[in-house]
Nanobody, 120 residues
């Protein structure tokens, strides 16, 4: 099973980006998916998460970011609007995935980071 994050880039303050976190492989189900970010010199922080029909957000992104999922595509999205320079960071996704090994097993996976740079 692989987890692939994509969609980062350079955007001006006030702009938007949509990040994708796509899972591939022998997947039975994708459970909780979280987006994290880490800015230079700072600790990694949880930005948003989705589990079943429930979502949660860091206070710093509430009202600006939206997390959603496409079950058919095994993909979770992070729509980021009204971006600020302080949103600049490497964004990574993390997921608990039940895989089709000889027996169903739930494992935790990290996707590689995607860089988001917001210019002022």
């Amino acid at each position: 099973v692989q987890l692939q994050a994509s969609g980062g880039g350079l955007v001006q303050a006030g702009g938007s980006l949509r990040l994708s976190c796509a899972a591939s492989g022998s997947i039975f189900s994708i459970n909780t998916v979280d987006w994290y970010r880490q800015a230079p010199g700072k600790q990694r922080e949880l930005v948003a998460g989705i589990s079943g029909g429930r979502t949660n957000y860091a206070d710093s992104v509430k009202g600006r970011f939206t997390i959603s999922r496409d079950y058919a595509k095994n993909t979770v999205y992070l729509q980021m609007n009204m971006l600020k320079p302080e949103d600049t960071a490497v964004y990574s996704c993390n997921a608990d995935i039940t895989v089709r090994t000889p027996v169903l097993t739930t494992r935790n996976y990290w996707g590689q980071g995607t860089l988001v740079t917001v210019s002022s």
